[in-house]
């Protein structure tokens, strides 16, 4: 029974953990969402979006998007992120590895589509 009360208040706490976008835009934890956006491999939301969740900090959505984006473009991971199903929207483009990256979403995703 210990065990079961554990494992429900680790599953609660973890529940807490994900907050929604329009969470972290009432927090105004903008760098959050634009990590969020840019790990997933998103194209960037624009300024009427952002507005639409609430007062926006431009600066602080950037530079989170830009180390998602950064973290989402490794080719080591394109692979499966292409086996995944998951589209890829581009966002890679001005990176010195996005030809590779490209290459292995490719390879996964038509091993996907197959």
């Known amino acids: 029974m210990k065990r079961i009360t554990s494992a429900l208040l680790v599953v609660a706490a973890l529940a807490g953990c994900s907050a929604s976008v329009q969470d972290l835009a009432e927090q105004g934890d903008w760098l959050e969402i634009g ?35 950064e973290e989402y473009c490794n080719p080591d991971h394109a692979y499966q992120i292409g086996l995944s199903g998951q589209y890829y929207e581009g966002v890679c483009s001005g990176f010195a590895d996005a030809q590779k990256f490209r290459m292995e979403w490719k390879r996964g995703w038509d091993e996907h589509s197959n």
């Open 35 to 69: 990590y969020r956006d840019g790990i997933k491999g998103h194209t960037q939301r624009s300024y009427n979006e952002m507005m639409e969740l609430g007062s926006v900090d431009q600066v602080s959505y950037d530079t989170g998007y830009q180390k998602g984006v």
